[in-house]
Structure formats: C-alpha cells, structure tokens
C-alpha cells in the first residue's frame, strides 16, 4: 500500500486548510496523525473503509472532519477553526484488516506517507 498525501501549507489562526490522502491498494482503515519538533506522534482522526465509523483525537473534536471516498480509496481531513497548536507535520497512516478504533495508536498503523506540513501562525 502507498499513501500519498496532498493539501497543507501555512494559514492563520483560524483559517481553514483540507488534506487529502490517496491509498493504492486495499486498506480497512485510514488515519491521520500529527508530529510537532520535539513531541511523539499522536492521533487526530480515523476512519473505517466507507466512512461508516470515525474517530477524533479531543483536541480537534468539533473542527476536524475527516471522510473518505471509498471509489478512489482517499481520505480527506479538512480542517477548520486551526490554531497555532494545530503546527505539525501531518501523516497519513492505514491498516489492511483491521478496523479502526478510538485508539489512534501510531504502531498499529504499518502503512505511513511522506507527510505534509501544516503551520498555523
């Protein structure tokens, strides 16, 4: 499975920006996580194969929505209400057979993209 990720950029407090995340390949679950200088790798939102079942990290509960579009296997997170806090590089991440959970844990993800920058000032 390749994932590759577009969408991103800098934005001001406030402002709005979508990600977007291709997966060749079949996948069950996709997700989107976040990494920050100097903090782990943590969670935001996933979603089961055709959007049935979706999870949110608290902090973007309310100004995240995360969809996917089971014809081409992409996710999408667009993001609103984005705060400086929102600074990160963001991954998208998938799992072929297992079904997502309110878990968000990096390591039962084994498919990862490149990454995309997201910086709110």
């Known amino acids: 499975v390749q994932l590759v990720e577009s969408g991103g950029g800098s934005v001001q407090a406030g402002g709005s920006l979508k990600l977007s995340c291709a997966a060749s390949g079949y996948t069950y679950c996709m997700g989107w996580f976040r990494q920050a200088p100097g903090k782990e790798r943590e969670g935001v939102a996933a979603?089961?194969?055709?959007?049935?079942?979706?999870y949110y990290a608290d902090s973007v509960k309310g100004r995240f929505t995360v969809s996917h579009d089971a014809y081409t296997n992409t996710i999408y997170l667009e993001m609103s209400g984005l705060k400086p806090e929102d600074t990160a590089m963001y991954y998208c991440a998938a799992r072929r057979w297992i079904d997502c959970s309110a878990a968000l844990t990096p390591r039962d993800f084994g498919y990862w993209g490149q990454g995309t920058q997201v910086t709110v000032s």
């Open positions: 979603i089961n194969r055709g959007g049935i079942r979706t």
